[in-house]
Structure formats: C-alpha cells, structure tokens
T-cell receptor, first 116, second 114 residues
C-alpha cells in the first residue's frame, strides 16, 4: 500500500471559509498531483508539481491554490469556499522524469469536501 | 480529442461469477494503459499497467488485455468476491512531446451480490 496521506478525510464547512487540504507522502517522490472527482465522473487534474517550488495548473480550472515547500508535502488551499467546490479531492504522487506522466501514480484516500 | 470510454457504466453480478469490463480509447500517441480499482470513499489503487507491446497481464483474479491496433482493453474478473464491489477505472497515458498526460475513464461500477 502506498504511503500517501490526506487529511481531513471528510470536511463540512460553510460558504466563505478558508480551508487547506493536506497531502503528504513518505516515498520521496518528486511529482505530486491534485485531482477533483465528482460522483460517477472521471478524475480531473487541477494542480501538479515537479518538485520543490514547482507548481502548475492542470486541465481543469480551479480556484484553489497549491504550494510545494517540502518534497513530502503538497497542500491545497481554498481562500473562500463555495458550494460549487463540493467534491472529492484526491492527491497522488509518482516517480519519473520531469514532464513525464507515464510512471505509476499512487493515490491518497481522498478528502470529501462539502460546502454548505 | 483524447478520450477514454468505459462500458458498461454499471454491472451487478452474483458472487462467484466472472465478468468483463471494456475500455475504448482514442489517446495518441499511446504510452501505457492502466486499470485501477477504487473502493467507495477511497483513492484508486493500481491493478495492472500495460505498454504498447503487452497484450495481456494478470494480477491474481484480474486479467487485463490490450489491443493497441483497435485501441481497446478489457478487464476480466474471475470468480468474483464481495470485496470486488468497487469502481474500475481505465486510465491511458500518452507520450506527448514534453508532457505525458493521464486520461481517465468514468469507471464501471461493479456490484457483487451474495
């Protein structure tokens, strides 16, 4: 089983609150990713990082931001949550050369976010 | 447009029976194809990964096949168990010029009844 962790697992908050979803991995992987997944739908890449101080936006536009100050840590922040942000957020990491997504990605258990 | 289509969308089978899930893709240039199992409320876990030159790969009761010419893959589950109830996601990676990407299907929701 992959050593990648996400907290909290479930979060219910009111509109306008600032939240940070935590993701950490102990595998020493340089590459990390955030995906958004709605029920019955495919995963959409919203952010990724090649390594420390590297962050890029993914395919799906997101109002969230990310940071990568340490290799093992890749938090996602929403400055002002809205009901449209209600979704499941999955973090993943992988080895691999910069710019190559072909290596195995290991997923965390996800955070189920509900904004009321 | 690079796409991954899975069928059926959902499937119910009785414990002990076999089933086959389908995946068609249009991703090009192709790098590899993976099948993931995602339990409800959990992250996806890799079952198999196949490159262009591989046409079958097994992982216990799971056997994946790949036909790179027709761009089709299948996942066969033998002697299903209650714990096989999950969403099975087909994921295709391309090897684009500077950035390979993962393209996800919407998954097949499998329910195994006792």
């Amino acid at each position: 089983e992959a050593d990648i962790y996400q907290t909290p697992r479930y979060l219910v908050i009111g509109t306008g609150k600032k939240i940070t979803l935590e993701c950490s991995q102990t595998m020493g992987h340089d590459k990390m990713y955030w995906y958004q997944q709605d029920p019955g739908m495919e995963l959409h890449l919203i952010h990724y990082s090649y390594g420390v101080n590297s962050t890029e936006k993914g395919d799906l536009s997101s109002e969230s931001t990310v940071s990568r100050i340490r290799t093992e840590h890749f938090p996602l922040t929403l400055e002002s949550a809205r009901p449209s942000h209600t979704s499941q957020y999955l973090c993943a990491s992988s080895e691999g050369l910069t710019g190559n997504f072909s290596y195995e990605q290991y997923f965390g258990p996800g955070t189920r976010l509900t904004v009321t | 447009k690079n796409q991954v289509e899975q069928s059926p969308q959902s499937l119910i089978i009785l414990e002990g029976k076999n089933c086959t899930l389908q995946c068609n893709y249009t991703v090009s240039p192709f790098s590899n194809l993976r099948w993931y199992k995602q339990d409800t409320g959990r992250g996806p876990v890799s079952l198999t990964i196949m490159t262009f030159s591989e046409n079958t790969k097994s992982n216990g009761r799971y056997t994946a096949t790949l036909d790179a010419d027709t761009k089709q893959s299948s996942l066969h589950i033998t002697a299903s168990q209650l714990s096989d109830s999950a969403s099975y996601i087909c994921v295709v990676s391309d090897r684009g010029s500077t950035l390979g990407r993962l393209y996800f299907g919407r998954g097949t929701q499998l329910t195994v009844w006792p």
